[in-house]
C-alpha cells in the first residue's frame, strides 16, 4: 500500500480517552478547515477479526494495521483510529473502530462497542458494517443487540440525521443479492421499529433517518483478484459522495471543517457520560431480545385468543358480566406462560419486558373496558331517568328528595358495576373515577333539565289559575266602567294574586329553591297578573268608539228604570245628552291608562276629559277660540300621573276619538229630536176649539133636523158603530203620534180593507145564532185586539 501524506491517529484509545490534541493536528494536516462542508465522514463496524482494517485499506487506501493470520486471531485495532482516504474527491475521513465481540474484552466488558459504536454514527456521514455472509441471519454476529441500544441512545442524545447504512456482506457465496437484501433490511427495519422513540418521532420512518445499502464482497484470500475488482468498483461510489444523491447527500447538521475536532470531542463526552450505555454485555443483550420476542409472542397470541375475541365483540354490543375477572384470568394465563419462558434470563430484563407485557396487553385491552364502562354508564343513566319519571308521577314525594333518591341508586348501581369491572393487573392504572365524575355530570344536567321543565310548567298552571281568577272579571269591570273601576280592580288583583302566590309557594318547596328563584318565581307570577290587566285594558282601549257609543245609547236611549225612552215633551234632550256624553267620557276616562298603582286615583285624565262635553261650539280640535292651545290639558302628548307604560290613549287619541264619537251619536240626537217634534204635532190632530164652537152654529140646523126626524137616529147610530168599529180597529191614535200627513197616508193604506171587515162582521153578527154571535163576536175582538 502507498502511504498517505498525514498519518493514522489514535482519536480514542482502548481507555476511552479522547485524544483531542492529535485530532486537531490532524485536522490541520489534511487541511479540513479549507474544505469548509465538503468533506465526509466514513466509519466502520464489525466483530473482530472479520477484516474491516483490511477492508479500509484496500477501498480507500489508507494504512491501517491489519491483522497478521500468521500469528494468530487477535486484536489489531484497538480504541478509534482515524486517516484520511488517498485520491478520493471530496476529503473523506476514514474511521476504524475497534472489532465487537472480542475475546481480549470478554463477554462483561462491551461498553466501549456500543460507545465507540454511537460514537461513529454520531459523527459518520458512512457506516460500513462488516459481516460475514454465513452470519446474515444470526443475532450477535449480525451487530443486531447492539445497533438497536445504540439507535435507541442516540435517538434521545442526540439530533438525528440522515446517515448512510452500508452492510458489506463478506465472503459472499452462491445465495444471490436479491435474497440476502431484502433480509437485511428486513433486520433494520425489526431493530428500528422495536427501539422505543421520543415522542416527537414515535412515528418517523426509517428513511428519514438511514439510507440502508447492501453490497456484496468475494473472499480476500481465495479470490484476491475478484475482491480487488469488486472493491474499486465500490471505491468509486465514493467519489462525490457529498453531492445530492451521493452515500453522504444528505449534510444535514454537518459541522464546518474548522469545527470537527471540537464537535467530535463534544461528542465524545456526552456520549462517556450516558450511563445507558454502561451494561452488562452479552446475557443482558440477550436477555433484552428473548425478553421482548417472548413478550410479543403473547402479545399476538393474547390477540388471537378466541376468549378474548369473544368479550371484545360484546363490549362493542353492551355491558359484559365478569369482565374484570374473565380479563383478568387472560391476561394471568398469558404473563403466566411468559414468566415460565423467561424464567432463566437475567431478572431485571425479565421483570422490565413482563411490566411491559403488561401494559401493552393493558392498552390493548383498554378500548374493550371503556367500551363497557361507557355502556354501564349509559345504563344507569337510563335508569335514573326511568325511576325519577316513576318516583314523580306515582308518589307525593318532593321533586328534589326523588332527585336525590333516584341519584344515589344510580350511582351505587354503577359503582358495583365499575367493581365488577375492575382488572387485577390494572387496579393501579385504570380508575373509573372520571366516568363516575361524567355519570353525576349527566344526572345533574338531566334533573336540572327536568326541573326547569317542572318549575316551568308549575308557573304555566298558576299564571293560567291566575288567568282564569282575574282576567273576566277585569273585563267586566272595564266594561262597565264604573267610577271606582281601578279600586276594584286592584283590590281584585291583590286577592287573588295572594290567593294564588300561597298556593304556588306550597308546591315550590318541593323542588328546594333557592331564595333567588323563589323570587323570581313570585316577581314573573306578580308580572304575569299585570300583564293579564294590561292585555284586557289594551282590548278594551282598541274599542274605545265602540264602548262610549253604547255606554251613549244606554245612558241617553233609556229612562231611570232602565226602560226604552218614548220622547215626549216633558224630555229634556239637550240635558240627557249632556248626561250622556259625560257618561261617555267617563268611560273613555276609565280606559284611557292603567291605574294600578294606588296613587294613581288622583290623576287628571277624566277632569282633562270633560273639558270636551262643553267644546261642542268650539273648534273641533279642542282649542280656544283665540286660537291658543296652552292652556288645554288634552293639548299633550302624556297624562299628567300616568307613566308612559300605563298609558292606553294618549290625549290626542282621545280627543281623535272624540270627534269620531259626536259625529257618529250625532243621527242619535237628531232622531230623538224629530220623534219628540212628532209626538208634540200627534197631539194636535184636533181642530181647535173655536173651530169646534163654529161647526156647532153652522149645523145646528141639520142637528135639529135630526132630532125632528127619528128615523135618522139608527142610521146615525149605525154610521158611529162603524166609525167605532174603524176606530178601534185601525187604531188612529197610533197612525197619528208622528203627524196628520203621515198618519193621513198610513190610515188610506188600511181604511178600505178595515171596512170590508167591518161590515162582514156585522152581516155575521145578524145571521148567526146568538152562541155562535157570542164566539164569533169574541174573535172579533181578538183579531181587533190582535190588528
Known amino acids: 500500500m502507498e502511504p498517505t501524506d498525514a498519518p493514522a491517529i489514535q482519536v480514542i484509545d482502548e481507555e476511552g480517552k479522547f485524544n483531542e490534541p492529535a485530532l486537531v493536528d490532524f485536522c490541520k494536516a489534511v487541511k479540513l478547515a479549507e474544505c469548509g462542508l465538503s468533506y465526509a465522514v466514513v466509519a466502520i463496524m464489525g466483530p473482530q477479526s472479520s477484516g474491516k482494517s483490511t477492508l479500509l485499506n484496500h477501498l480507500f487506501h489508507t494504512s491501517f494495521k491489519e491483522m497478521d493470520a500468521l500469528t494468530g486471531r487477535n486484536q489489531t485495532t484497538k480504541g478509534v483510529w482515524l486517516q484520511r482516504a488517498e485520491g478520493i474527491d471530496p476529503c473523506t475521513l476514514v474511521m476504524d473502530l475497534e472489532g465487537t465481540d472480542g475475546r481480549e474484552r470478554g463477554e462483561d466488558d462491551t461498553a466501549f462497542e456500543k460507545q ?15 459481516m460475514w455472509c454465513h452470519d446474515i441471519g444470526r443475532e450477535q454476529a449480525s451487530n443486531k443487540p447492539l445497533l438497536k441500544i445504540v439507535f435507541q ?88 459522495s457529498v453531492a445530492p444523491g451521493g452515500l453522504a447527500g444528505d449534510r444535514r447538521a454537518v459541522v464546518p471543517g474548522t469545527g470537527f475536532p471540537f464537535s467530535a470531542h463534544e461528542i465524545w463526552k456526552v456520549i462517556k457520560e450516558n450511563k445507558d450505555l454502561d451494561l452488562p454485555a452479552h446475557k443482558v443483550m440477550v436477555a433484552t431480545v428473548r425478553c421482548e420476542e417472548i413478550a410479543h409472542e403473547k402479545l399476538q397470541s393474547l390477540m388471537k385468543d378466541e376468549k378474548w375475541k369473544m368479550i371484545e365483540e360484546a363490549s362493542r354490543e353492551g355491558v359484559v358480566p365478569e369482565f374484570g375477572k374473565k380479563v383478568s384470568s387472560i391476561l394471568d394465563k398469558y404473563v403466566s406462560e411468559y414468566d415460565l419462558e423467561a424464567g432463566f434470563f437475567d431478572e431485571g430484563v425479565r421483570i422490565a419486558k413482563r411490566n411491559y407485557l403488561i401494559s401493552e396487553a393493558l392498552e390493548m385491552i383498554q378500548p374493550a373496558y371503556d367500551a363497557v364502562i361507557m355502556n354501564h354508564r349509559t345504563l344507569a343513566l337510563e335508569k335514573f331517568k326511568k325511576d325519577l319519571r316513576a318516583v314523580v308521577e306515582s308518589s307525593n314525594q318532593g321533586f328534589a328528595a326523588a332527585v336525590r333518591q333516584c341519584s344515589e341508586t344510580s350511582l351505587t348501581e354503577f359503582d358495583q358495576a365499575c367493581v365488577d369491572l375492575s382488572v387485577s393487573q390494572a387496579s393501579s392504572v385504570w380508575n373509573p373515577s372520571k366516568a ?66 300561597k298556593a304556588l309557594l306550597e308546591e315550590l318547596t318541593a323542588f328546594e329553591p333557592t331564595e333567588d328563584e323563589e323570587k323570581q318565581v313570585l316577581s314573573d307570577l306578580s308580572e304575569h297578573s299585570r300583564a293579564i290587566v294590561v292585555k284586557k285594558a289594551k282590548e278594551e282601549a282598541s274599542q274605545a268608539l265602540i264602548r262610549m257609543k253604547d255606554r251613549f245609547n244606554n245612558i241617553f236611549g233609556h229612562d231611570e228604570d232602565s226602560l226604552p225612552r218614548v220622547w215626549g215633551e216633558e224630555h229634556n234632550v239637550r240635558a240627557i245628552t249632556k248626561s250622556a256624553r259625560v257618561g261617555a267620557l267617563k268611560m273613555l276616562a276609565v280606559i284611557a291608562a292603567i291605574r294600578l298603582n294606588p296613587n294613581s286615583d288622583q290623576d287628571s285624565v277624566e277632569g ?14 279642542g282649542s280656544s277660540v283665540d286660537g291658543s292651545v296652552s292652556s288645554n290639558p288634552l293639548a299633550s302628548s302624556t297624562w299628567a300621573g300616568i307613566a308612559p307604560e300605563d298609558t292606553m290613549l294618549t290625549p290626542s287619541q282621545c280627543r281623535s276619538i272624540w270627534r269620531q264619537f259626536r259625529a257618529e251619536t250625532e243621527y242619535t240626537i237628531s232622531q230623538a229630536l224629530s220623534a219628540q217634534e212628532a209626538k208634540r204635532q200627534g197631539n194636535a190632530w184636533l181642530p181647535p176649539p173655536w173651530a169646534i164652537a163654529a161647526m156647532l152654529c153652522l149645523g145646528f140646523n141639520e142637528i135639529m133636523a135630526v132630532l125632528r126626524n127619528p128615523i135618522y137616529l139608527p142610521i146615525v147610530f149605525v154610521v158611529f158603530l162603524i166609525a167605532k168599529a174603524l176606530w178601534v180597529q185601525l187604531d188612529l191614535n197610533r197612525h197619528f203620534q208622528y203627524g196628520v200627513l203621515p198618519g193621513i197616508v198610513s190610515v188610506s193604506y188600511r181604511f178600505l180593507p178595515s171596512v170590508m171587515q167591518a161590515f162582514k162582521g156585522l152581516t155575521d153578527a145578524g145571521t148567526v145564532k146568538p152562541a155562535e154571535f157570542t164566539n164569533s163576536n169574541r174573535r172579533n175582538e181578538d183579531k181587533l185586539a190582535y190588528d
Do not use: C
Open 153 to 240: 441512545v442516540m435517538m434521545r442524545l442526540f439530533s438525528p440525521r440522515k446517515t448512510t447504512l452500508m452492510f458489506v456482506i463478506r465472503d459472499k457465496t452462491k445465495t444471490p443479492m436479491e435474497v440476502l437484501e431484502p433480509i437485511l433490511r428486513d433486520d433494520v427495519q425489526k431493530i428500528w421499529d422495536s427501539v422505543p422513540k421520543p415522542g416527537k418521532h414515535k412515528d418517523t420512518p426509517l428513511t428519514e433517518f438511514f439510507n440502508v445499502v447492501v453490497t456484496a464482497l468475494s473472499n480476500y484470500e481465495e479470490k484476491e483478484e475478484q475482491f480487488n475488482a469488486e472493491v474499486e468498483q465500490l471505491r468509486k461510489r465514493f467519489h462525490n
Open 608 to 621: 282633562a276629559l270633560m273639558t270636551l262635553v262643553g267644546d261642542s261650539d268650539s273648534s273641533s280640535d
Open 436 to 501: 363516575r365524575e361524567k355519570l353525576k355530570r349527566d344526572i345533574d344536567a338531566h334533573a336540572e333539565s327536568l326541573r326547569a321543565e317542572a318549575l316551568q310548567s308549575l308557573k304555566s298552571k298558576y299564571e293560567k289559575r291566575l288567568e282564569d281568577a282575574i282576567a273576566d272579571p277585569v273585563a267586566a269591570i272595564l266594561d262597565a266602567a264604573p267610577a271606582d273601576a281601578w279600586a276594584s280592580i286592584r283590590v281584585l288583583v291583590e286577592g287573588d294574586t295572594e290567593k294564588v302566590t
Open 116 to 130: 465507540s459504536a454511537l460514537f461513529s454514527l454520531a459523527v459518520a456521514d458512512i457506516m460500513l458494517i462488516n
